[in-house]
């Protein structure tokens, strides 16, 4: 794989929308070739098999930095093209010793050339989405500013996914008042399968890494909860993943992140998504959360993502569930399917806590379960394994907040982490 990352000032792009224009800053244009070895066939770090669409993309970010380590500009082309790298990378610009032992150690893949000093830096930055689960994050650590991820259209794919309102998120974490980078990126649509998004999860972080040096960032926080970081979560379900190795500290892609200086941290990584759906509705960034792509004035309520956390919603209120999808519903059908789901352990804490679940598209999914609420008390906590892995110039932070709003969990429910998927 042949890596290059060129600049451009200002852009002759002609915008889809008035609120695609891009005022000022800086284009970073990404472009990659495959060795022979390479294929268009690859896969995710969490085993996802994916199909590439194009070979090029572009980062626009809100002014020239300073500077780029060419560690930050490697890390962030490497989000995009590991799944597609068999056997070595050239980078067009020198990187460290370190980056290119992490890329070996964590991919078995030749990376270089090599001949940069290591980076450091010393601020923390939120890579925030707006979702409740970075909201918690951002109530964790009041000072840190915000780097907001926003698609753009790609030039050469078309976009099949119009619904997606990019805009409104980057419009609402403007509101937050928080000091904020938007970097605007068509990086997704490199992506042709499953559909577009990040090559791998950590391309979210693309702009930010190109912003790191300008913004000082020594780490970048995710909104990664205790299912995503512990739990499997996602795509990669039902078992316990010290070794997850797209977010543990040692494993591939947080000792890469490390060795460009820029350390992943997960603020939220040791609670439920229970935990961060009560902190996110009790901060003071509450009317700016959304975790649907596709409302305009709210979430669209239709979607299984607003179904997913009306579920976990309702359970932390204690009330009905206040939902329009009817059991026909494509995203409702798979709770009438047995387990294992994603997202279990919040199905579980859901079904244990609504009134008049057994009425709703979760009727299914409950009895299947037969969860209670003691059965779900474990995820009211924090897991402390999560406290310990913060770098340490972030972790008093965070474990002081934690001890004082949410309580850490005792070795019988911390055990609950660890059995997670063998019973
Ligand atoms: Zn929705």
């Not at 008042?177 to 990040?198: H, I, K, Q």
Request: charged share 25%.
């Amino acid at each position: 794989m042949r890596v290059s990352w060129t600049s451009e000032r200002t852009s002759e792009r002609t915008p889809e929308r008035s609120s695609d224009r891009f005022s000022g800053g800086a284009v970073r244009h990404l472009t990659f070739r495959l060795d022979p070895e390479d294929g268009i066939t690859g896969h995710c770090a969490d085993g996802q098999p994916l199909k590439m669409a194009t070979n090029s993309c572009r980062v626009e970010l809100p002014r020239e930095p300073r500077e780029v380590h060419p560690d930050l500009e490697a890390l962030a082309a490497w989000t995009v093209v590991a799944p597609w790298t068999r056997r070595a990378v050239v980078f067009d610009r020198p990187i460290s010793a370190e980056l290119a032992g992490a890329i070996h150690d964590g991919w078995g893949i030749e990376a270089g050339p090599v001949g940069a000093p290591p980076r450091s830096g010393r601020r923390l930055a939120i890579s925030y989405s707006g979702g409740a689960d970075s909201v918690a994050a951002a109530a964790m650590l009041p000072d840190a500013p915000f780097v907001h991820f926003q698609r753009v259209s790609h030039p050469r794919v078309p976009n099949r996914w119009t619904h997606y309102r990019s805009d409104v998120l980057a419009k609402l974490a403007a509101r937050t008042g928080r000091e904020l980078t938007v970097v605007r990126s068509d990086l997704e649509f490199t992506l042709a399968e499953p559909r577009p998004g990040y090559p791998e999860h950590h391309a979210v972080a693309a702009g930010a890494l190109l912003m790191a040096d300008e913004l000082d960032l020594g780490g970048l926080a995710f909104g990664y909860e205790l299912g995503s970081r512990w739990l499997g979560g996602d795509r990669y379900l039902l078992r316990y993943t010290p070794d997850n190795p797209m977010w543990a500290p040692h494993g591939a892609w947080g000792r890469a992140f490390a060795a460009a200086g820029v350390h992943i941290v997960l603020p939220v990584g040791g609670v439920s998504e229970a935990v961060t759906m009560r902190l996110a509705l009790d901060s003071p960034l509450k009317e700016c959360v959304r975790w649907c792509l596709r409302g305009v004035d709210g979430p669209c309520g239709t979607c299984g993502k607003c179904l997913y956390k009306e579920l976990i919603q309702a359970a932390v209120e204690r009330r009905p569930l206040r939902t329009a999808v009817g059991p026909d519903r494509p995203v409702a059908r798979k709770w009438s399917e047995p387990p294992p789901y994603g997202g279990q352990e919040m199905i579980e804490y859901g079904c244990a806590r609504i009134p008049g679940i057994e009425d709703t598209v979760f009727a299914k999914a409950a009895e299947f379960l037969g969860a209670t609420e003691a059965s779900t008390a474990w995820l009211d906590r924090c897991y402390p394994p999560a406290i310990e892995e913060i770098p340490e110039p972030w972790r008093a932070t965070v474990r002081d907040f934690v001890a004082a709003e949410v309580g850490f969990m005792n070795d019988d429910e911390a055990r609950r982490v660890e059995t997670w998927g063998l019973s």
